[in-house]
T-cell receptor, first 113, second 115 residues
Framework: GDSVTQMEGPVTLSEEAFLTINCTYT??????LFWYVQYPGEGLQLLLK?????DKGSNKGFEATYRKETTSFHLEKGSVQVSDSAVYFC????????????FGAGTRLAVHP | NAGVMQNPRHLVRRRGQEARLRCSPM?????VYWYRQLPEEGLKFMVY????????ESGMPKERFSAEFPKEGPSILRIQQVVRGDSAAYFC?????????????FGEGSWLTVV
């Protein structure tokens, strides 16, 4: 079945460091891919998405490229801030034809000044 | 526009009691999804409902859990005879249509603690 695998956290970085959070997926066909962010005590917010191969999703300095050949959707940011500290979830849209998201386990990011 | 509204935000129940979690989708949305997030884990799909219909309940535990989305009023996730393992954050999401590709909007979650 469909599944998402993320790199384990926590990821600890200094402010202005480069961020990469790896995400790979297994799915039938070519699902839409998403990154969600969850700040402490809050719900999920959509960070970015890509709907087809080679699409690049971007938002707030974060970006991720849909790589069909490696079935990956790695999240990157060139210079992180303390305010980026949160849990990041990679997800894919279920290939069964309706809006069912399959999430990875999440990666906690801690950014220190 | 109000977003997806969930209540209560925090709920404490003793073992054996019932928990009812409510979700009002965004205006104009007729498709509702429930997810559960256990401590330090990702979100797991539980159930997908349209008005008066359960479309996919493949993620619902076989016993004690039920969900409904009536013609009028919010969607309800009901957990009977709660146990400590039910302690989790329960997130509701909604979309205007059920077709994949529509953006899903999440509520802020209901945190259930079973003592």
């Amino acid at each position: 079945g469909d599944s998402v695998t993320q790199m384990e956290g926590p990821v600890t970085l200094s402010e202005e460091a480069f961020l990469t959070i790896n995400c790979t997926y297994t799915a039938t066909g070519y699902p839409s891919l998403f990154w969600y962010v969850q700040y402490p005590g809050e719900g999920l917010q959509l960070l970015l998405k890509a709907t087809k191969a080679d699409d690049k999703g971007s938002n707030k300095g974060f970006e991720a490229t849909y790589r069909k050949e490696t079935t990956s959707f790695h999240l990157e940011k060139g210079s992180v801030q303390v305010s980026d500290s949160a849990v990041y979830f990679c997800a894919l849209m279920f290939s069964g034809g309706y809006n069912k998201l399959i999430f990875g386990a999440g990666t906690r990011l801690a950014v220190h000044p | 526009n109000a977003g997806v509204m969930q209540n209560p935000r925090h709920l404490v129940r003793r073992r054996g009691q019932e928990a009812r979690l409510r979700c009002s989708p965004m205006k104009g949305h007729s498709h509702v999804y429930w997810y559960r997030q256990l401590p330090e884990e990702g979100l797991k799909f539980m159930v997908y409902l349209q008005k008066e219909n359960i479309i996919d309940e493949s993620g619902m535990p076989k016993e004690r859990f039920s969900a409904e989305f009536p013609k009028e009023g919010p969607s309800i996730l009901r957990i009977q005879q709660v146990v400590r393992g039910d302690s989790a954050a329960y997130f509701c999401a909604s979309s205007p249509l059920g077709d994949s590709g529509n953006t899903i909007y999440f509520g802020e979650g209901s945190w259930l603690t079973v003592v």
